[in-house]
């Protein structure tokens, strides 16, 4: 059975940063991203990273205050979130997809449950 459940979020001053866990079981995956989306707004995408490679893509929302990362020995995917600002908060979600890179709109087929975000001004 596969499984995404991430962890970390929660309620972080601007300037703050948080880091964000998605551990990942049932199943290896090409490519982990983590999404994000805020009360009224469509989804977005935040980041992704290929496993095997470890190639990493952003969203141009995040490029410079965001990093992605993966331990292959836990199975597990980090974002590490620096410089939040109050337009970061959403729910974010992770999610797997069998491609073993990124490509802008491909699908994700599994996902996680998501974690709150709360940057506040």
């Known amino acids: 059975q596969v499984q995404l459940v991430e962890s970390g979020g929660g309620l972080v001053q601007a300037g703050g940063s948080l880091r964000l866990s998605c551990a990942a079981s049932?199943?290896?995956?090409?490519?982990l991203g983590w999404f994000r989306q805020a009360p009224g707004k469509e989804r977005e995408f935040v980041s992704a990273i290929s496993w095997l490679s470890a190639n990493t893509y952003y969203g141009d929302s995040v490029k410079g205050r965001f990093t992605i990362s993966r331990d292959n020995a836990k199975n597990t995917m980090y974002l590490q979130m620096n410089s939040l600002k109050p337009e970061d908060t959403a729910v974010y979600y992770c999610?797997?997809?069998?491609?073993?890179?990124?490509?802008?709109?491909?699908?994700?087929?599994?996902w996680g449950q998501g974690t709150q975000v709360t940057v506040s001004s």
């Open positions: 999610a797997a997809a069998n491609f073993p890179f990124y490509i802008a709109g491909m699908r994700f087929d599994y």
């Open positions: 049932g199943r290896t995956f090409g490519t």
